[in-house]
């Protein structure tokens, strides 16, 4: 997952891009409940610790790439808890491999965010209420691709397929009779705000970090306006940065790379800030279960707490940006989503 280590001067053109979203946010419309409810948990706390004492027997989640990294810690907690956990997975056969050695209710379900058909073979397939579902998979800073309708993948992958998964399992959803939907998102939304009149740099010249950020603001915003429509049904939406984790996400990242952004020193030794996987999928976990949480939805969360918003001169990394918690932003992005996926729920 990214992190602002040594991020700025990598990339020199993200403080203009957070002024300029500051100036596009000042009439910006956010959440009351965007702010700490001090949890008791924190940066170091573990998915297990925050599951402890959650009996989830008899609900079922989906958590898509819940094989590697964050995915299979939020699984291997999720089902420790007595779910049935449905594990959406790009390969298959791979996650059968990693999942061979985790206790609980776990099955495997071929789905690739990047497929369109896929997605809907995958909505189709399941039968019941779906209680929690993770939208954890994601690619980052990978060179330009796009998938067969012309998206650019990034967008595509890490928004657009999970929008349409959640509409085709909006009915299941719903069935929970109290569902949680969790976005994984991440510190890098601060690059800046989804492009709507250009979200598949068509015009626009790719840049990897760009693209990955407006996707992962895009994450944020998807859960604000998800929280909103969803609400009335028992549905309710959260995102969450999980902290800088080093995991199979980094693989388009060359090592000189990641040192010269801090992420390690050149003997390879990570950042003492980076967070173990345990760690890092603790957040998701506490957003999908914790009872802190009843009554709450559509904010912005990091180390197992709702995430205080950025204010000029605050903490060099972490705190949510007004442009990824932006209501108004959130409805127009939702727009841009239906009409793009072809998709209209909730």
């Known amino acids: 997952m990214l992190t602002s280590f040594g991020f700025a001067s990598r990339l020199s053109w993200s403080t203009n891009l957070e002024k300029q979203s500051m100036r ?36 079922t989640a989906v958590v898509t790439g819940g094989y590697s990294g964050l995915g299979l810690e939020t699984v291997r907690a999720l089902a420790s808890a007595g779910a ?14 990693e999942l061979a050695g985790v206790a609980g209710k776990i099955e495997i379900a071929a789905l690739d965010l990047g497929d369109p058909a896929s997605i809907d073979a995958f909505g189709e397939s399941l039968s019941g209420p779906v209680h929690i579902l993770i939208n954890n998979a994601a690619i980052m800073a990978n060179p330009l691709t796009r998938d067969s309708r012309g998206y650019e993948s990034q967008f595509a992958t890490n928004h657009l397929g999970h929008f ?103 003997e390879g030794n990570l950042n003492p800030l980076f967070k173990t996987t345990e760690q890092g999928a603790a957040t998701s976990v506490w957003c999908a279960t914790s009872p802190q949480l009843d009554g709450i939805g559509g904010v912005y969360c990091e180390d197992c707490d709702i995430a ?31 009409n793009l996926t072809g998709i209209s729920y909730g």
Request: hydrophobic content about 40%.
């Open 24 to 59: 596009e946010t000042t009439v910006a419309q956010i959440s009351e409940l965007q702010k700490p409810i001090n949890s008791g948990f924190g940066m170091r706390s573990s998915a297990m610790d925050v599951i402890h004492g959650i009996d989830l027997t008899g609900k």
């Open 308 to 338: 205080v918003r950025h204010v000029a001169g605050g903490k060099a990394h972490g705190e949510v940006r007004d442009h990824a918690v932006d209501q108004d932003a959130a409805r127009d992005l939702w727009a841009l989503s239906e």
């Open 164 to 266: 349409q998964l959640v509409g085709r399992l909006w009915d299941n959803l719903v069935a929970a009779k109290g569902a949680r939907v969790v976005s994984v998102s991440s510190i890098g939304h601060r690059i800046g705000a989804p492009d709507l009149n250009d979200p598949n740099f068509e015009t626009t010249p790719y840049d990897k970090w760009l693209s990955y950020g407006r996707a992962k603001s895009a994450n944020s915003l998807f859960a604000v306006e998800l929280d909103a429509r969803g609400k009335a049904h028992g549905i309710r939406a959260f995102s969450l940065h999980p902290g800088g984790i080093m995991t199979n996400l980094q693989r388009h990242l060359p090592q000189e790379e990641m040192i010269a952004m801090g992420w390690m020193d050149k």
């Open 84 to 97: 049935r956990v449905i594990v959406a997975a790009r390969r298959p056969d791979a996650a059968a491999t």
